[in-house]
């Protein structure tokens, strides 16, 4: 059972360009949870969803972020017009049900040139 | 508004001794917390949870204390081992009411085990 997939690991973008961050939970979970890591900062939740509900967004900026979790395929975080403020770690973490704890994926890191 | 604090930014123990880490949060309305180990380039790995009911859990080399009236956790690890060396981040999250099950960090201690 392959754990949580996120993909690509490494995004360079310029800024003003879009980045889409890919996450597939793991097999049955159907709560997936996006977090951002600044540097030297510890993980800050951004959105909570279920397939193709968001459930929580409360810690998604305002504007140029949004997040998706289609019937089929993989969970989308998307960034419109990235700023060199963008760049950090963001990490997908999967659930089978939400009073259960989740599992985390090993990343994307996004540099914004 | 930093609701969940790990004070040491980073902790060196020798193998062998005890590692204890320290985590204070704000909010009390938290009543779940959880210890996550972190290697570079990977994310988040979970270690240990302890549920607001309970002031103590262990689980092989590692225990968690809580002490709700100073909001205040703490992680042991005893024996210490190299491959323990990594950043450690408490997490806390609040379950009552409905909320959902987000999870708010600190900022993490990097512990270093020295041989």
């Known amino acids: 059972n392959a754990g949580v997939m996120q993909n690509p690991r490494h995004l360079v973008r310029r800024r003003g360009q879009e980045a889409r961050l890919r996450c597939s939970p793991m097999k049955g979970h159907s709560h997936v949870y996006w977090y951002r890591q600044l540097p030297e900062e510890g993980l800050k939740f951004m959105v909570y969803l279920q397939k193709e509900n968001i459930i929580d967004e409360s810690g998604m900026p305002k504007e140029r972020f949004s997040a998706e979790f289609p019937k089929e395929g993989p969970s989308i975080l998307r960034i419109q017009q990235v700023v060199r403020g963008d760049s950090a770690a963001y990490f997908c973490?999967?659930?089978?049900?939400?009073?259960?704890?989740?599992?985390f994926g090993s990343g994307t890191r996004l540099t914004v040139v | 508004d930093q609701q969940v604090k790990q004070n040491s930014p980073s902790l060196s123990v020798q193998e062998g001794r005890i590692s204890i880490l320290n985590c204070d949060y704000t909010n009390s309305m938290f009543d779940y917390f959880l210890w996550y180990k972190k290697y570079p380039a990977e994310g988040p790995t979970f270690l240990i949870s302890i549920s607001s009911i309970k002031d103590k859990n262990e689980d092989g080399r590692f225990t968690v204390f809580l002490n709700k009236s100073a909001k205040h956790l703490s992680l042991h690890i005893v024996p210490s081992q190299p491959g323990d060396s990594a950043v450690y981040f408490c997490?806390?999250?609040?379950?009552?009411?409905?909320?959902?099950?987000?999870?708010?960090f600190g900022t993490g201690t990097l512990l270093a085990v020295q041989p």
């Open positions: 997490a806390a999250s609040g379950r009552r009411g409905g909320a959902t099950n987000k999870l708010i």
């Open positions: 973490a999967s659930s089978p049900d939400p009073d259960y704890g989740y599992t």
